[in-house]
Every structure is written in structure tokens, then in C-alpha cells.
């Protein structure tokens, strides 16, 4: 029987996952690729979820690394640095789509990692979107940054589907430059207009310490973070003492209500579904849930 690594069992994983997809590649596909018994990679990886946990961290790290070379490029504009990173990240995704989009579609309460990786995943990106944009805008886009970051991820996010259309497929380099000029726009926009930032920079910064602090922890450590943040979130909505002290409430019987053996699922249900009524904690509440598969 032939010996290999845990290595090589990540990089067939890597392979197959990246030209197939999460569903259609078997524990069996990995083990055939690598010439093993297929309990050889069980030795290594308790079930395929935690194998493809591991590729997808592993990948999220390798596009970081990555691209700190296009970063490196001093010589540049800072506009020109900025394409160029959108056009690598378009390619990068391109490259291992059925890793990074598979990794959104996999039922989250399958594994307890996953919570954890998405969100500090999450937090990640935001950062670098963060870093990119000050960068080219300075300081003079500060106030407003939050805002332009969302904005931005939005855009992102939303002409990659278009990018990976198989049937009329969208140019990386014509959709880079499109991207920066309506994001150069916008910039300009929130510089000369005085008007007041609907994200504060604060909850972003939030975000991101609150996402990178989920790695490593387990189920019930996560719902707690998602709680504590729900609690925070509330403190900051823009409402009156009484109905923010309900809200309060309404959480703290979520949490006992958690705290016990066999938890009521129908009462959580309806006490998440009125902390949903607020639209700023609807996707808190939504993270929840999927934790909790409810």
C-alpha cells in the first residue's frame, strides 16, 4: 500500500475539489487520485467537510500571499495598483470557483468550523477592501469609508456571477476598470458632499475583530459570539430606551433558552423571528439560525 502524506491527500483534495466541486468529488475520488485506501484518509481527515474546510483555508491563504506581490509594485499609480488587484482577485476566483462558491453553499451546521472560517473569511476580505481603498483615497475618504467598503464588496461580489457566466462571460480586465471608476466616482462623491456616514467606521472595525476572533471556537462558542454581537448591535440601533430594553430581553431568553439541555425550537424560532423585525440584526439573526439549523 502506498504511503502518503497528509500533503498529498490536501493537494488531490485541492485538485479535485477546484475541477469538480464539493459534491460531486468523494472521499473515495481523493483516496483513488492518491493511490490509497480510502480509510487512509480518514486517518488524516474525520470527514470530507473538515478535508474541504482545510483546502478552502489554505486557498484564502494562498490569494493573500499571493497578492501582496501586486501590492509590492510601488512603481505603479495607486489607481492602476488598485486594477490591478481586482483584476487578480476576478482571476484568482476564476481559478478555484467551485472552492470558493462551494464553500458558501455547503449546509453550515454540518461542520462547526465552518461558522468560524466564513466569518473570519469575511472579516478578512473586508479588511483588504478596507486597506485597498485608503490607499488610493487617504485620509480624505476616512469618514465615509465603511460606506465605500460595502459598496465596493457589493460590486465585487455581484459581477463575478457574471464574470463566471459561462454562456457570455464578462472581460476581468474591461469589468476592473469599470468597477474602479464607479467606485472613483462614489469616492468623489462622499468627499465633497457633507453628509453623515450611515456605517460608522467603528462597526467595521468591530466586524473585522469580531470575525477573526471566531476561528478555532465551537458551536456553542460561536452562538455566544453571535449573541454578544446581537447585544452590541442593538446598543447602537437608532431607537427609544424602552424598546431597545425589550429587545434585550427578547436576547437574554434567546440565551437561556440556548443554555438548556433540550432547547424549545419553536420558542426560538419566534423570538428570532421579532429580533429579525430590525433590519440591522437580520443577518446576525440569520447566521444564528443556520447555526442553530432552524
Known sequence: MVSVTKEQILRSANYLFAKRGFPSTSIQDIADDCGIAKGSVYKHFPSKEELFNEVF????????????????????????????????????????????????????????????????????????????????????????????????????REYLFWILDENQP???????????????????????????????????????????SLQNKDKEEVMKSLLKHISLMITELPTGNMERSELNEITS????????????IALLKSLLSYLAKERALRSTIKQLENVLSI
Open 57 to 156: 483555508e489554505r486557498s484564502q491563504n494562498r490569494f493573500f500571499e499571493e497578492v501582496e506581490e501586486v501590492v509590492g509594485i510601488q512603481d505603479l499609480p495607486a489607481k492602476e495598483r488598485f486594477t490591478r488587484q481586482i483584476i487578480f482577485r476576478f482571476q484568482f476566483f476564476l481559478e478555484n470557483k467551485y472552492i470558493f462558491i462551494d464553500y458558501q453553499e455547503i449546509p453550515i451546521e454540518q461542520n462547526p468550523k465552518f461558522v468560524p472560517l466564513r466569518m473570519k473569511t469575511r472579516a478578512r476580505f473586508m479588511n483588504w477592501h478596507r486597506e485597498c481603498l485608503m490607499n488610493v483615497y487617504g485620509d480624505a475618504i476616512e469618514n465615509h469609508l465603511s460606506d465605500l467598503v460595502i459598496l465596493y464588496k457589493a460590486m465585487l
Open 170 to 212: 464578462l472581460s476581468i480586465e474591461d469589468t476592473a476598470e469599470f468597477i474602479v471608476d464607479k467606485v472613483d466616482l462614489l469616492a468623489q462623491h462622499f468627499i465633497e458632499k457633507e453628509t453623515q456616514p450611515l456605517i460608522k467606521n467603528e462597526s467595521l472595525e468591530h466586524f473585522y475583530q469580531w470575525g477573526m
Open 253 to 264: 431568553l434567546i440565551s437561556a433558552e440556548l443554555g438548556r439541555t433540550k432547547p424549545n
